[in-house]
Structure formats: structure tokens, C-alpha cells
């Protein structure tokens, strides 16, 4: 919503250049991982998601890496539209709960035209 | 189109009152989800219904109650013991239990007077 973001880390890039949004997971043991978008006011949408036996996977304009030694996860986004302005936050799958996800609280992305 | 419906997107309520949150999917999916989203914060779950006549507590259920007396339906009731309501709540389903993408409602906002 329009609160959303409030405190939360922001990365301001040029329309056009790429964008790497950095996400830190806690448990070596999560074997999902998702991205979402949130647009203010909306509900998540689904970026891109990652199992734990790959290391990278991509889609339209967007990368996902996950770096299992550091438990670092990043969302690439490539040639970075004014409509790519959002929060994006990461999830991880927590297996031994039942295979609950446990958010991030996110990252504010703004496209400077 | 398929996807999940929640009503209504504002909400006004008085110190005092409980009220309910609707959520409706007709994506045939077995699990719905109900999410808190504050400002700064990651999304924080509530309830869950993995079937129907079956659900359980998230992390923060004090004060929140559901029911899931068809598949399509799993309602959320703001009760008066919820000491801050005032949030963005969010509905989700997936298909069953497996890790995977969480469908989310285009959310709603409470704010208690």
C-alpha cells in the first residue's frame, strides 16, 4: 500500500540501465526461493522463482542467482522501465514448517526516466 | 479470469468492533493464506487452510479468527482483541502443499478510528 516502503533500503537506477536487487536468506536448508513485485496499493505478483539445485534461471528481462555459500539470493532485471518502480521482495521456503515462505521485507526500486 | 478476489480494499472500523474480511478464489486451489503487510516488514502470516474444515495458526494469530466452510471461501475476522489492526491484509492460495508460487488478492486496508 502506500505505507509499504516506508524505512525499507532503496535502489535508484536510470531507465534503461540494469538493476540487481540483493536479498540474504537465513536458513542453508530452504530449498525454494521466490521473487515478487508489488506495485503500491496491489497484492505481490510472481517474478521468477529458483529451487535450491540451480544456481541461476532466467526469464523475460529478469535473472534470478542464488549463492548457496553465502545464502545470498539477486534479482537482475535488465534495461529497467519506468514501470519496473516498485517494492521487490524475496522469499525462502521453509521445509521443516511445512513449507512455509518467509518473506523479506523488500527493497524500493525507483526508475529515474 | 481466474484468480482471487478480496473485499472490500478499504476499510474503516471503530475501536471496539470486530469486522471481516472476505476472500474468494476460483482457481480451484487447496491452500489458501491469509497475510499481515506493515510498513517496513516482510509479510507475516496469520492463518492458514491447507483443506477445507481445516485450518491452523500462522505466526500471528492472536486476535484473528477464520473459517473455510467451502474451498473458494476463507474468510478473515478482525476481532476487537487484535491490539493493532490498523495493516494491509493480504489473501494467497497455491495449489496444494508443495513448495511453490503463492497467488495473492489485491489486498485490503483496515484502518481502525
Known amino acids: 500500500g502506500e505505507s509499504v516502503g516506508l524505512h525499507l533500503p532503496t535502489l535508484s537506477v536510470q531507465e534503461g540501465d540494469n538493476s540487481i536487487i540483493n536479498c540474504a536468506y537465513s536458513?542453508?536448508?530452504?530449498?525454494?526461493f521466490i521473487w515478487y513485485k508489488q506495485e503500491s496499493g496491489k497484492g505481490p505478483q510472481f517474478i521468477i522463482d529458483i529451487r535450491s539445485n540451480m544456481d541461476k534461471r532466467q526469464g523475460q528481462r529478469v535473472t534470478v542467482l542464488l549463492n548457496k555459500t553465502v545464502k545470498h539470493l539477486s534479482l537482475q532485471i535488465a534495461a529497467t522501465q519506468p514501470g519496473d518502480s516498485a517494492v521487490y521482495f524475496c522469499a525462502e521456503n521453509r521445509a521443516e514448517y511445512g513449507n512455509k515462505l518467509v518473506f523479506g521485507a523488500g527493497t524500493i526500486l525507483r526508475v529515474k526516466s | 479470469d481466474g484468480g482471487i478476489t478480496q473485499s472490500p480494499k478499504y476499510l474503516f472500523r471503530k475501536e471496539g468492533q470486530n469486522v471481516t474480511l472476505s476472500c474468494e478464489q476460483n482457481?480451484?486451489?487447496?491452500?489458501m493464506y491469509w497475510y499481515r503487510q506493515d510498513p517496513g516488514q516482510g509479510l507475516r502470516l496469520i492463518y492458514y487452510s491447507q483443506i477445507v474444515n481445516d485450518f491452523q495458526k500462522g505466526d500471528i494469530a492472536e486476535g484473528y479468527s477464520v473459517s473455510r466452510e467451502k474451498k473458494e471461501s476463507f474468510p478473515l475476522t478482525v476481532t476487537s482483541a487484535q491490539k493493532n489492526p490498523t495493516a494491509f491484509y493480504l489473501c494467497?492460495?497455491?495449489?496444494?502443499?508443495?513448495?511453490?508460487?503463492?497467488?495473492f488478492g489485491e489486498g485490503s486496508r483496515l484502518t481502525v478510528l
Open positions: 482457481l480451484n486451489h487447496d491452500a
Open positions: 494467497a492460495s497455491t495449489p496444494g502443499l508443495a513448495p511453490g508460487e503463492l497467488f
Open positions: 536458513n542453508s536448508a530452504s530449498d525454494y
